[in-house]
């Protein structure tokens, strides 16, 4: 059936099927090839890590998935079925626009430093836009204190691109890896660490940049007063002393203060690994 075997000659028939073949053939590779570039796009713009992320979020326990908004009491019981992602969630306007109007949310409680310049990530990173157009991230106040006295830190390289809910970068502390979830889509350009206060700043990966995703405003202390509710169950066994989010003081470093805390899940928890 086909040219140079034996008993080959051209007729009408070889023609179509040859031509048939053609097709099938150019289809074939064709998709393979469409295949083989969006994969190689999925990786190299961390798509994998985005599908990563999805199935961590839908294995967290329900009340580490609850919506920005059910914290806020706009929306009571709501849990996030968007995995944090606001931009493409059509509810969550509405509900903004309540909570702007009404002045909705509550101060950030006890001693904690959580600046209004900032935006924050329910992975407890900070995102703090620059006059350069980068966008500085660190370490927030309750995360830092959970984290304690770092060891060791280790940073993506300067020119590597990170995507929101990936680790972006990884903490040796109270001899525990905490994994840092990255708060939003970019290229590292710079790195720093615990002494500089900052850890990474980053060239978002489209401009202007979209921050709808990250707490800002009022929300910020709705969300804090659910995170010290969730640490202080989780350093209940270990007795914490005073109720944390009535007025008990925060210590600065407490794994520290509390040596005996199952800190290792508790950072598990606090910084949203299922």
Known sequence: MFPGVSGFHWSAGHIIFLTAFGLVLATILATLSAALWRTVGHIRFKRADAIRWH??????PEQERACRHALSGSAPGRVCPRAFDCCGCDQHAGYAAIEAASGAGAGIPGTLDYPAR??????????????????AIGLDDLGSRIAGKVKCVGLPAAGRE??????????ESAGCEIRVRAPIDGTVVATGGPDQGWYLKVRPRETPVDLRHLLSGAEVGAWLRGELDRLQMQLAPAATGANLADGGVLLPDLPAAMPNAPWELISAAMFLEP
């Open 118 to 135: 900032r935006y924050y990530h329910r992975g407890h990173t900070w995102v703090e836009p620059l006059k350069d157009g980068t966008l």
């Open 55 to 60: 199935l961590d979020f839908s294995d967290l």
């Open 162 to 171: 990170i995507a929101a809910n990936s680790v972006a970068w990884t903490i």
